[in-house]
């Protein structure tokens, strides 16, 4: 007989190393999944995706990221104690935005009626991913890919932000 509880003690953020996790996350994360079960559409991790009239919608909304996007990654050491300067990282990009952190996001993702633009950095090895999603459908309307790349840059939102335009 199993023990039910054990999955109370499970481990599912990998000690607070996986910081794009949560109820929000996941429940976009199944909306995102059974949409494309339901076209029948195979999409490859590497697709980039532009949704332009999505993304000319994000124009005039705020874009929500989440805090530990500006988590500086020392690729060396894989220190991880410094951050990005916001104005920095944000310097082209001039839309609104709000830094808000992962448990704002994922309440705000589960509570909020009305949709709203959030972006979700993921870095995997020699590799980031860069994708901006559909609170509401969890439809991802933008995403790229850069190969040989750890943190976030300015050029990252600089190319989201023309995509607004």
């Given amino acids: 007989v199993q023990n039910v ?12 190393h996986i910081y794009n996790w949560g109820p929000g996350f996941l429940k976009n994360n199944i909306q ?11 999409v490859q991790l590497k697709n980039e995706i ?13 874009l929500y990221v989440p805090a530990y996007t500006m988590i500086k990654y020392n690729k060396f050491n894989g220190n991880e104690s410094k951050t990005h300067d916001e104005e920095d990282i ?22 909020e ?4 633009y959030y972006l979700v950095y993921i870095r995997s090895c020699t590799q980031k991913f860069i994708n901006v ?3 509401s459908t969890g439809e991802i309307i933008y ?23």
């Fill in 5 to 16: 509880d054990l999955i109370f003690k499970s481990n599912f953020d990998g000690n607070g």
């Fill in 32 to 42: 995102t999944l059974m949409g494309y079960l339901r076209k029948n559409e195979l």
């Fill in 50 to 62: 532009e949704n332009d009239i999505e993304l000319k919608n994000l124009k005039n909304e705020t």
């Fill in 90 to 111: 944000f310097e082209d990009y001039k839309n609104k935005y709000n830094v808000i952190s992962t448990e704002e996001l994922n309440t705000k993702i589960l509570t």
């Fill in 113 to 116: 009626t009305k949709p709203f």
């Fill in 133 to 135: 999603v559909n609170s």
């Fill in 143 to 165: 995403s790229e890919y850069n190969a040989i790349s750890y943190n976030m840059k300015t050029k990252d939102l600089r190319k989201l932000y023309k995509k607004t335009q």
